[in-house]
């Protein structure tokens, strides 16, 4: 059983690796909720749904989220009518939005619904939200507060940060359902996803650090940034302005103490002795899932 911490698209990615690699091993995903928002009424949790499409076949590989040949009917409309469309939700994807609002508002909680969308799309992943309480992810930026998807979305991420808070993590519970896969898990890995951002709000849900901590030989986590350069996002850029290290080292010196093992590309081999230095084994490979070989390869280096 293998329990993976996870944010959108490079989780995605690794998790269908992970399932093309092996078709029995049981896979679960703690997914953040961090990006979770609402508008237009309606509950949205883009890191789930990014996961689920994905590993459902669904999803639009090339923009990374929403729907593949989804139609934007309902937004066009809403522009025409002055509302606020700067965040794209497709005529499909509306759907499972309406769905999780619906049910959430009958007193279904966040691991339920998710429970019956994955049963939905077929997933035989498990998917959990870390935590059924709200977590909201802030950016104090140059230009003022914002929500995370104001900072991400809508300014296009190129807003200088001081700071990033993560509201209601503190005190949001750690689902039972996602402490059993932690707890139980042969192996936790941390997915190549933003650290600061994605799984900086996982870890801080009371519970998961102190279990990781506790597990850290069975932690591998793989470095989101190659080379310096993270291959989606703004992980580099937030890495710099928030004072750290925009690599591979200065993601292993995020996670010290809670990884065993720190899974590194290739280009970044010659910073593997550092990274052996705080405290973790290094295994070099090659991180890009650019096709099905170089995923296949990422996935045995996480089974290893
Ligand atoms: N990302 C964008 O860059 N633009 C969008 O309009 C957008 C809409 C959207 C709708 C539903 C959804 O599940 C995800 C969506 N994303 C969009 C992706 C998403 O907001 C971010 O990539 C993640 O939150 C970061 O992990």
Known sequence: MITVLSGGVGAARLLRALRRHDPVVALTAVVNVGDDLTLHGLNICPDLDTIMYTLAGANDDERGWGLAGESWRVMERLGELGGEDWFSLGDLDLATHLYRTQRLAQGATKTEVTAELAAHFGLDVTLLPVSDDVIATEFETEQGEMSFQEYFVRRH????????????????????????????????VIAPSNPLISIDPILRVPGVREILAER???????????????????????????????????????????????????????????????????RVTTTVMADSAHARALAEAVRA
């Open 216 to 282: 850290h030989d069975d932690v591998v986590a793989i470095s989101p940034l190659v080379g310096g350069v993270a291959l989606k996002g703004p992980a580099d850029r937030l890495m710099r302005e928030l004072g750290g290290r925009a690599d591979a080292l200065g993601v292993a010196e995020h996670y010290r103490g809670l990884v065993g093992q720190m899974i590194i590309d290739v280009v970044d081999a010659p910073l593997a002795d550092a990274i052996a230095a705080t405290g973790c084994r290094v």
């Open 157 to 188: 991420h190129d807003v200088r940060v001081n700071a990033v808070r993560v509201r209601g993590a503190d005190e949001a519970r750690l689902s039972d359902a996602a402490r059993r896969s932690l707890v139980e898990a042969e192996r936790i």
